[in-house]
Structures are given as structure tokens and as C-alpha cells.
Nanobody
Framework: QVQLVESGGGLVQAGGSLRLSCAASGRTLSNYVISWFRQAPGKEREFVGGISRSGGRTVYVDSVKGRFTVSRDNAKNAVYLQMNSLKPEDTAVYYC???????????????????WGQGTQVTVSS
């Protein structure tokens, strides 16, 4: 079983950048597809972006394409979400999640992910 811990959230002005980290313990992260989700108050949890086990494939929701980048460093057992050109509508709690069944397929469905971090708050002011 893998434990996930997110960090790097905070308050930033619109147009700014943040880099979220997802650190793993218990098992090596290279055994999992990792995705980032977010949940704003009163809204459902939304897929943001994900990365395959090798890092060779990434998928993003349309609203963040060109602004957000998911990457991974399997040697450091970590996955990152670089967020640029942030907008107020990006405000949410951001979660990383691990899917142990897939290799290259990156599902956008939250129930497919077996392990979740506790989340980190990102607030973008206008």
C-alpha cells in the first residue's frame, strides 16, 4: 500500500504560478499511474491531469491545457503539478491519486484510483 502526501499549495495572485508535489511512501511510485484531481467548494471532484507509469504519456482536462504540466521523478518517488497562468477558477483543494491497475491508460474517473493524499489548498486571488 502506498501513502501519498501533497504539498506546495498556497495563496497566489491571478497569473502566478505554483508547483505542487506528491510524495509517496510505502511503495515505489513507479508502480502507479498518478493523477491530480481538484475539488472546489460545492463542486464535484474534477480530474486535472495524469501521467503514466513511465512518464511517457500525460493527459489533461481542457481547462488547464497549456497552463499545467504533470511530471514525475521515479528516482525521487514523487510526482509534480506545475501550474502557470493561474486563474481564480483554479481555486480548489488539489489531490494526487494512484491507480495500481493501469500502465499507460490514464482514467479521468476518480473511483478508479485506489489511493489518495489528504489534499493541499490552492487559492488564486483576482
Amino acid at each position: 500500500q502506498v501513502q501519498l502526501v501533497e504539498s506546495g499549495g498556497g495563496l497566489v495572485q491571478a497569473g502566478g504560478s505554483l508547483r505542487l508535489s506528491c510524495a509517496a511512501s510505502g511503495r515505489t511510485l513507479s508502480n502507479y499511474v498518478i493523477s491530480w484531481f481538484r475539488q472546489a467548494p460545492g463542486k464535484e471532484r474534477e480530474f486535472v491531469g495524469g501521467i503514466s507509469r513511465s512518464g511517457g504519456r500525460t493527459v489533461y482536462v481542457d481547462s488547464v491545457k497549456g497552463r499545467f504540466t504533470v511530471s514525475r521523478d521515479n528516482a525521487k518517488n514523487a510526482v509534480y503539478l506545475q501550474m502557470n497562468s493561474l486563474k481564480p477558477e483554479d481555486t480548489a483543494v488539489y489531490y494526487c491519486a494512484a491507480d495500481q491497475e493501469s500502465f499507460t491508460m490514464i482514467t479521468t474517473t476518480a473511483v478508479r484510483y485506489e489511493y489518495w493524499g489528504q489534499g493541499t489548498q490552492v487559492t488564486v486571488s483576482s
